[in-house]
């Protein structure tokens, strides 16, 4: 089980855009993680007439390492650590540390 999962509400806590928060669109394998509008950079697209793609200075968001995001807690109003754990059913939970609140419903 993974810390984050897609479309969980994350504040970033280093680099350019401390402070910001997003939700994540995609966690990708190599512990990096994509966010909505966080970490956009300016790529110089080349043009394709065959596959019809415009040639241009382009916006693209770019990935973050996951020890940058803290999982936002809605009732501190902050980021928060997370845990595991496994409840009485057998299933295995997320969970706030700070609250004891579980994620996974």
């Known amino acids: 089980m993974k810390r984050l999962k897609k479309g969980d509400d994350v504040i970033v806590v280093?680099?350019?855009d401390k402070g910001r928060?997003?939700?994540v669109t995609q966690v990708l394998n190599n512990g990096?993680?994509?966010l909505q509008g966080v970490n956009?950079?300016?790529k110089h697209q080349k043009g394709n007439p065959n596959a019809g793609v415009a040639g241009g200075i382009i916006d693209?968001?770019?990935p973050i390492d996951?020890?940058?995001v803290m999982l936002f807690n809605?009732?501190?109003?902050k980021g928060d650590r997370v845990g595991f754990k496994?409840?009485?059913d057998g299933r295995k939970v997320r969970y706030f540390k700070s609250n004891n609140e579980v994620l996974d419903q």
């Open 14 to 16: 280093a680099g350019k």
């Open 32 to 34: 990096k993680v994509l």
């Open 21 to 23: 928060r997003s939700t």
């Open 74 to 77: 809605p009732d501190t109003g």
């Open 86 to 88: 496994t409840l009485e």
């Open 60 to 62: 693209k968001e770019m």
């Open 40 to 42: 956009v950079v300016k």
């Open 66 to 68: 996951q020890s940058n």
